[in-house]
Nanobody, 117 residues
């Protein structure tokens, strides 16, 4: 089993920055992708950014140039640096670990990000 615990959300103003953290614990996998997803009220959960084991990253078009995903393997922690935040970034942000071999997804409990105009 894997446990994912997010932190770092909050209420900020447009233009501000936040850094989300996702601490992972439990079993290790040889092949996986970790990512951040967001879900706004009334909308489906969608991918914000992902990073694979080799460090290759992928971003949603809406956050390119503003958000940066990174990982500290020594700390088993993934980060999402969110700059130039916009009201439309308001959502619950979830940490995800996708196991490539089985297709199974682990999820964190989510952290709320609210951006006021």
């Amino acid at each position: 089993q894997v446990q994912l615990v997010e932190s770092g959300g909050g209420l900020v103003q447009a233009g501000d920055s936040l850094r989300l953290s996702c601490a992972a614990s439990g079993r290790a996998f040889d092949s996986y992708i970790m990512g951040w997803y967001c879900q706004a009220p009334g909308k489906q959960r969608e991918l914000v950014a992902s990073i694979n084991r080799s460090g290759s990253t992928n971003y949603a078009d809406s956050v390119k140039g503003r958000f940066t995903i990174s990982r500290d393997n020594a700390k088993n922690t993934m980060y999402l640096q969110m700059n130039s935040l916009k009201p439309e970034d308001t959502a619950v942000y979830y940490c995800n670990l996708h196991v490539l071999q089985t297709g199974y997804d682990y999820w964190g409990q989510g952290t709320q990000v609210t951006v006021s105009s």
